[in-house]
């Protein structure tokens, strides 16, 4: 059996959200598409590519606590 753990709305700077946004295509969207789902992994990739040091770290326990998708 698989589990897929989602962190939802992850303390990340409002910069660092709209990068992710601009950057990385949603995994799922809500029906309303008020919230999106990104690949923990790519944002990590993404934020260490641009230097985003302070967001990196909070990414970084959540992939160490598991967490597979973040989503806001």
Same mark, same amino acid.
């Given at each position: =059996? &698989? ?15 709209? +990068?992710? !946004?601009? /950057?990385?295509?949603?995994? =799922? &969207? ?15 990739? +993404?934020? !260490?590519? /641009? ?22």
């Amino acid at each position: =059996m &698989s589990r897929i753990i989602i962190e939802y709305n992850p303390q990340l700077s409002v910069i660092t959200q709209k +990068l992710i !946004e601009a /950057n990385i295509t949603p995994s =799922m &969207s809500s029906n309303d598409e008020s919230s999106h789902q990104y690949d923990i992994d790519m944002v990590a990739e +993404l934020l !260490e590519e /641009n230097n985003r040091i302070d967001d990196l770290t909070i990414i970084n326990q959540y992939r160490e606590d598991n967490v597979n998708y973040i989503e806001f």
